[in-house]
């Protein structure tokens, strides 16, 4: 019996924390959603005129490092959320913000529905120009405010190559991918980047 209970509160406990730990899968449609949400309620709906979300690695669209660059008071600032902790610089040299040349909006006036429906039709490019990859996951999105207040995407996909396997060396686990980058135009139209 009391193993029982020892049991049933450890699944408690991993329901718990895998209930309350923030994955989103920015690639899908409500994870988009959910991801924009999320960094609203984390740092505001601040005017941006750059954000970038990033997957956990390399090949996962899950989650984990957000940054966002905005004008306070005439000053840049940079702020990110990675491993849960918040940072924020002010950014005298590195990239500030240039009247004229740079746009702002509100976070909530980003379209992250776009996000997936432009990851598909990258797919769709590739897969239209090749068959040799598999296991396509979005792992950087950017968006980049126009001085029309339009924004602008930059993305990268990466993939693995069919037949390829993970293999281990030494105590490391290897697996190749293949990176594809893109960019999406204010009118909503996509590019690939060699």
């Known amino acids: 019996m009391r193993k029982i209970f020892f049991s049933l509160i450890a699944i408690i406990a991993i329901t718990f924390v895998s209930c309350n730990s923030g994955n989103f899968n920015f690639a899908t449609p409500d994870g988009a ?76 006036e980003l379209d992250f529905s776009v996000i997936p429906v432009k990851f598909e039709e990258a797919i769709k490019f590739i897969t239209s120009q090749t068959d040799e990859y598999e296991n396509f996951q979005l792992y950087d999105w950017t968006f980049e405010v126009n001085k029309d207040k339009k924004s602008e995407a930059s993305f990268v996909i990466n993939a693995t190559k069919k037949g390829e396997s993970t293999s281990m060396e030494g105590r490391y686990e290897v697996t190749n991918y293949y990176t594809f980058n893109f960019e999406m135009k204010a009118d909503g139209t996509i590019e690939y980047q060699e």
């Not at 505001?44 to 306070?72: C, P, Q, R, T, W």
């Open 33 to 108: 959603l959910d991801v924009q949400k999320h960094i609203i309620n984390k740092f505001g709906d601040k005017e941006v005129y750059y954000l970038n979300v990033m997957g956990k690695n390399e090949l996962s669209s899950e989650l984990a490092v957000i940054s966002l660059k905005y004008v306070d008071a005439d000053k840049s600032y940079k702020k990110g959320l990675a491993g849960g902790r918040i940072s924020d610089e002010e950014l005298e040299t590195s990239f500030p913000y240039k009247e004229g040349k740079d746009g702002k909006v509100k976070i909530s």
